[in-house]
């Protein structure tokens, strides 16, 4: 059981390029997300999938895109990637979700640590 | 939104000492999770606790809702325990909200 799994670790890019951060889960969860931590600050939602097949907007969306492949992956898509993006990408699920207003543990991925240049 | 504070944003520690942590939130919640970021940047469940009192080894956790805060107690502390520890507050639309965190360093 590995829980929740990112790839990369690492990724450096020039402004203006793309890239696809992934991420999985094997914990049979319904509910995804995709967090950015920046230095000195908690993190802030990025995007979140409650169930398969919906996504929905967090605090912080502009320049990212999401895709909830299937119950067990959810992507995050940077399409032009500028500087003010460089910050460690976390993912993470939850076990609750499709449309309940209860909470449940949300458990962290390892993390991307993303620089652009 | 919901403003989550922290207190204090650093603490050193002689190996062996207690500290106590502190989470304000500015509104009501759902429910409150506690983190500790390891130096390696993993972020670790430590608890998850709507209201009363938790405990796992050395930490605890006590949440008060109705006044709206939770401390997070640590005994004999040890160098293991440095890094950053955050609070999380449900607001029972999927998000959670993080405080800036409580940096702790334990000296041997």
């Known amino acids: 059981n590995a829980g929740v799994t990112q790839t990369p670790k690492f990724q450096v890019l020039k402004t203006g390029q793309s890239m696809t951060l992934q991420c999985a889960q094997d914990?049979?969860?319904?509910?995804m997300y995709w967090y950015r931590q920046d230095p000195g600050m908690g993190l802030r939602l990025i995007y979140y999938?409650?169930?398969?097949?919906?996504?929905d907007k967090g605090e912080v969306p502009n320049g990212y895109n999401v895709s909830r492949l299937n119950k067990r992956e959810f992507s995050l898509r940077l399409e032009s990637a500028a500087p003010s993006q460089t910050s460690v990408y976390f993912c993470?699920?939850?076990?609750?979700?499709?449309?309940?207003?209860?909470?449940?543990?949300?458990?962290f991925g390892p993390g991307t640590r993303l620089t652009v240049l | 939104g919901i403003q989550v504070e922290q207190s204090p944003p650093d603490l050193i520690l002689q190996e062996g000492a207690n500290s106590t942590l502190r989470c304000n939130f500015s509104?009501?919640?759902?429910?409150l999770q506690w983190f500790h970021q390891n130096p390696w940047g993993q972020l670790i469940n430590l608890f998850y606790?709507?209201?009363g009192t938790k405990q796992n080894g050395r930490l605890s956790a006590t949440t008060v809702a109705t006044e709206r805060y939770s401390l997070l107690y640590i005994s004999s502390s040890q160098t293991t325990d440095s890094g950053v520890y955050f609070c999380?507050?449900?607001?029972?639309?999927?998000?959670?909200?993080f405080g800036a965190g409580t940096t702790v360093t334990v000296r041997a």
């Open positions: 509104d009501s919640v759902n429910n």
């Open positions: 999380a507050v449900h607001t029972g639309d999927y998000k959670l909200s």
């Open positions: 993470a699920s939850s076990r609750l979700g499709g449309g309940t207003t209860s909470t449940d543990t949300q458990y």
């Open positions: 606790i709507p209201s």
């Open positions: 914990m049979n969860h319904n509910s």
């Open positions: 999938s409650a169930s398969e097949g919906t996504t």
